[in-house]
């Protein structure tokens, strides 16, 4: 009998390691599918982080923040945050929401399907300018194109960022509006980077001098200098 005994417990062994043989390459080929693919990483950490999608708000920087248009009830978290300057590039002012006096208002309406490097140094210079005072928010309607645009302009410019860096955020970050995104990938792409640093480096309204606005500049020198 106790023959018998060990014999049945060799024989229940064997099967045991026989099944876990046969369990190994399963559990491979299971760890193979569940494990991350290469490509499909977590979110860039320097990339805009989410901070609340119903404006499509996100932190770009400590101190530079990107959204759609906020509503009145939208402003609580904005003081909470620390917004200091609320700079809009849709055709519609602030009045209506922002009542904080507290808060500069900016206004500096954009079209993706128009824009030039006169729009973006203004709006380059006045984010930089607001910086200096505190927090801002640079916002659209949607959150995505105009400002999209100029987020990206202000990673190559300000961070060192490459185009095709830029270009990744404003496609990958989830801030939607891809499919209208073509007129602002065009201006990306063309833009002439260190004529645009040059530009502002100088206080140069423009890296034309032929742009409306250097004209504009000279002849009122030249007025005033009559």
Not at 23 to 43: C, D, F, I, K, Y
Not at 177 to 200: F, K, T
């Amino acid at each position: 009998m106790n023959r018998f005994l060990q014999g049945l417990r060799l024989a229940l062994a064997s099967l045991v390691f026989l099944g876990a043989l046969l369990a190994l390459p399963l559990s491979m080929a299971w760890a193979a599918t569940t494990a991350p693919v290469p490509g499909q990483s977590a979110r860039p950490v320097n990339w805009a982080q989410p901070l609340d999608s119903r404006i499509n708000l996100y932190r770009m920087t400590p101190d530079l923040y990107r959204s759609a248009l906020p509503s009145a009830g939208d402003l609580p978290q904005l003081q909470a945050l620390g917004i200091a300057t609320v700079i809009n590039f849709y055709q519609r002012g602030d009045e209506q929401w922002l009542k904080d006096p507290r808060v500069v208002q900016v206004h500096l309406p954009l079209r993706t399907d128009r824009i030039d490097d006169a729009d973006v140094i203004e709006v380059l210079r006045s984010i930089r300018q607001a910086q200096s005072r505190g927090r801002v928010l640079i916002h659209c309607k949607h959150g995505q194109n105009r400002t999209g645009l100029i987020a990206a302009m202000y990673r190559v410019i300000y961070q060192n960022w490459s185009k095709e860096q830029a270009l990744a955020e404003m496609r990958g970050g989830g801030f939607g509006g891809e499919e209208r995104m073509g007129d602002a990938e065009r201006y990306l792409r063309d833009a002439d980077i260190p004529a645009l640093r040059s530009a502002l480096a100088t206080g140069a309204c423009s890296t034309s001098a032929w742009a409306l606005c250097a004209l504009k500049d000279r002849l009122l020198g030249v007025i005033e200098g009559v």
